[in-house]
Nanobody, 117 residues
């Protein structure tokens, strides 16, 4: 069973930075895609950034230039570096991974990010 452990959320002032981490376990073949989504007061769920193994990162337009996604396949961990944070970035951030071979999608429990103005 795949398990995801997220960390790095918290409270930060506008213009500040946070780095989210998500460690995945339980898939001996690794993960095709690893990424981040968020739920905000305005949107139920939106894609923040995704990264396919061996591919290029994919960002939502509002995150381009501010957020950077990366992954460490040896650790089955995906990171989200968030810079120049804005109050509208406040929300719950969820890690999502797609397991190789099965292509099943798994979600983390979410981590709260709050950006104060």
């Amino acid at each position: 069973q795949v398990q995801l452990v997220e960390s790095g959320g918290g409270l930060v002032q506008a213009g500040g930075s946070l780095r989210l981490s998500c460690a995945a376990s339980g898939s001996i073949f690794g993960f095709v895609t690893m990424g981040w989504y968020r739920r905000t007061p305005e949107k139920q769920r939106e894609m923040v950034a995704t990264l396919t193994d061996g591919g290029s990162p994919n960002y939502a337009d509002s995150m381009k230039g501010r957020f950077t996604i990366s992954r460490d396949n040896a650790k089955n961990t995906v990171y989200l570096q968030m810079d120049s944070l804005k109050p509208e970035d406040t929300g719950v951030y969820f890690c999502s991974v797609t397991a190789k071979r099965t292509y099943l999608v798994y979600w983390g429990p979410g981590t709260q990010v709050t950006v104060s103005s």
